[in-house]
């Protein structure tokens, strides 16, 4: 059980916009950097977006990540078809002394 | 271009030693920190642990201190993870992952997975 939280699973239509949560407490996301990856079945996930909002060169303005207190958000807005994928937040938790992951939520474009 | 080129397939039986690696070409090899990150079948992905190859200084999650070692060759830029005797429940997907100048979690390149399958 991750001690950062995200759904297993979220769902939009093409063109809507949809977030994806990632819960965690004052020891992870509240007072560290939040980043978020995108993987497709049978290949290495891609950093999608780093330093909470920051997209790396390639990503599309589509994506873009926030954060308010211990819980932080991807965005995915015109959503496509090819969005389909995991998607995954990481942070550092001061506690454990680790990198930790959310569990990963499945994004489905219907 | 950075490139993480991590080893091949392994398969092991219980209590086998095994060790996998990761090349890193593109860049100054010794001063970026490189993680592993395990991947259970149908899981979701978890930090081992990382080195810094420029003095192989090693961290580990809480999970996996004891159970892995994490090694650094900056002569040939190779990455290594390791096992003293492996278990089933050791099979996995392994990636290796470069950790970017800032943040903690920010892994900007990936390998391309090693696949460990342990079965007697």
């Known amino acids: 059980q991750s001690v950062v939280t995200q759904p297993p699973s979220a769902s939009g239509i093409p063109g809507q916009r949809v977030t994806i949560s990632c819960s965690g407490s004052?020891?992870?996301?509240?007072?560290?950097?939040v980043n978020w990856y995108q993987q497709f079945p049978g290949t290495a996930p891609k950093l999608l977006i780093f330093?909470?909002?920051a997209r790396p060169s390639g990503v599309p303005d589509r994506f873009s990540g926030s954060k308010s207190g211990p819980s932080a958000s991807l965005a995915i807005s015109g959503l496509q078809s090819e969005d389909e994928a995991d998607y995954y937040c990481?942070?550092?938790?001061?506690?454990?002394?680790?990198?930790?992951f959310g569990g990963g939520t499945k994004l489905t474009v219907l | 271009e950075v490139h993480l080129v991590q080893s091949g397939p392994e398969v092991k039986k219980p209590g086998e030693s095994l060790k996998i690696s990761c090349k890193g070409s593109?860049?100054?090899?010794?001063?970026?920190?490189i993680a592993w990150v395990r991947q259970m079948p149908g899981k979701g992905l978890e930090w081992m642990g990382t080195?810094?190859?420029?003095?192989?200084?090693?961290r580990y999650s809480p999970s996996f201190r004891g159970q892995v070692t994490i090694s650094a060759d900056r002569s040939t830029a190779t990455a290594y993870l390791e096992w003293s005797g492996v278990k089933a429940s050791d099979t996995a997907m392994y990636f290796c992952?470069?950790?970017?100048?800032?943040?903690?979690?920010?892994?900007?390149?990936w390998g391309q997975g090693t696949p460990v399958s342990v079965s007697s």
């Open positions: 992952v470069r950790r970017r100048s800032s943040g903690y979690s920010a892994f900007d390149n």
């Open positions: 330093d909470t909002d």
């Open positions: 080195i810094y190859p420029g003095d192989s200084d090693t």
């Open positions: 990481a942070t550092w938790d001061d506690t454990l002394k680790s990198v930790v």
């Open positions: 593109g860049y100054t090899f010794s001063t970026y920190w």
């Open positions: 004052s020891s992870n996301i509240e007072g560290n950097t």
